[in-house]
């Protein structure tokens, strides 16, 4: 046997209730810590995704029928699409 382990092959002094309380408290560490972050992530919503992908969602948005769209909303459509795609030629 190695000189300083016992029988489970771990230190002296660090037995199986040392794992068992490292993991707990790693547990709960991380438990605190998702809550937490959730908690900001869904009060701070709104500014994330503008943040992260502005104008996502809205050029997907297609009706249903293109008939019972109205010219307006065909245009606007049209305008977002094309600057999307100008966003992504300049990125090039």
Request: charged fraction near 20%.
């Amino acid at each position: 046997m190695i000189r300083g382990m016992n029988n489970t092959g771990m230190g002296q002094g660090m037995g199986i209730m040392g794992l068992r309380s490292d993991f707990w408290y790693g547990f709960l560490i991380g438990t605190v810590t998702g809550a937490v972050g959730y908690r900001l992530y869904e009060q701070n919503r709104g500014q994330l995704h503008s943040l992260i992908q502005p104008g996502y969602g809205q050029a997907m948005c297609v009706p249903a029928s293109t008939h019972e769209a109205s010219m307006e909303e065909l245009v606007a459509q049209k305008e977002r699409l094309e600057d999307m795609i100008a966003e992504k030629k300049i990125a090039q």
